[in-house]
């Protein structure tokens, strides 16, 4: 089974608005990290934002901030008042401490960002 | 700042030969990791090192090895590229505990011919 799943490949948004980017991840652990990157066209990958399991707030830095639903296993990153810069690819990723020190990331969403 | 380095950010091989692709770190990190980036693929863990020449297998390590005989540098090795082979390599670290996150390397676009 995969360990993190982004169900949309592609996503536009107009400049300014704000956009949702969907993550879900699946575990059985208590304790976890989940992660955004994103990766412009250069293909550097920066990070973006990060949320522990057991953090009762949702992580915010800057424009973004992570919209964790724990009993979901969801932990979707909301980009507010959009920029052209914002078009890129973005990854979610989680790690469990458990199961040693991997990563596991997801398929990736690819952002346009429409002037 | 962390600073990941990679040898080469682009890389023209043929079918067969030995492919070395070198990371650095200079944040004194225990953990590094080399990653394939595919379209539609997303990352994909080829082998991970949380200390000096200790290795783990990812999930993809077929046809590949790896070397860590200094903790700041973990070496790629194709042994035979082949076509299959052509893909974006990503090389991380990380610290070993209270882990927020990956920092990673500009990466190696990587094409066998």
């Not at chain 1, 969907?22 to 990060?50: A, R």
């Not at chain 1, 009993?71 to 469990?96: H, P, T």
């Not at chain 2, 999930?59 to 790629?76: A, H, N, T």
């Amino acid at each position: 089974a995969q360990k993190i799943t982004q169900t949309q490949p592609g996503m536009f948004v107009q400049e300014k608005e704000a956009v949702t980017l969907d993550c879900t991840y699946d575990t059985s652990d208590q304790s976890y990290g989940l992660f955004w990157y994103k990766q412009p066209s250069s293909g550097e990958m920066i990070f973006l934002i990060y949320q522990g399991s057991y953090d009762e707030q949702n992580a915010t830095e800057g424009r973004y901030s992570l919209n964790f639903q724990k009993a979901r296993k969801s932990a979707n990153l909301v980009i507010s008042a959009s920029q052209l810069g914002d078009s890129a690819m973005y990854f979610c990723a989680m790690r469990e401490p458990n199961t040693g020190n991997q990563f596991y990331f997801g398929t990736g969403t690819s952002l346009t960002v429409i002037p | 700042d962390v600073k990941v380095t990679q040898s080469s950010r682009y890389l023209v091989k043929r079918t067969g030969e030995k492919v070395f692709l070198e990371c650095v770190q200079d944040m004194d990190h225990e953990n590094m990791f080399w990653y394939r980036q595919d379209p539609g693929l997303g990352l994909r863990l080829i082998y991970f090192s949380y200390d000096v020449k200790m290795k783990e297998k990812g999930d993809i390590p077929e046809g590949y090895s790896v070397s860590r005989e200094k903790k700041e540098r973990f070496s790629l090795i194709l042994e035979s590229a082949s076509t299959n082979q052509t893909s974006m390599y990503l090389c991380a670290s990380s610290l070993s505990t209270a882990v927020k996150t990956q920092y990673f390397g500009p990466g190696t676009r990587l094409l066998v011919l």
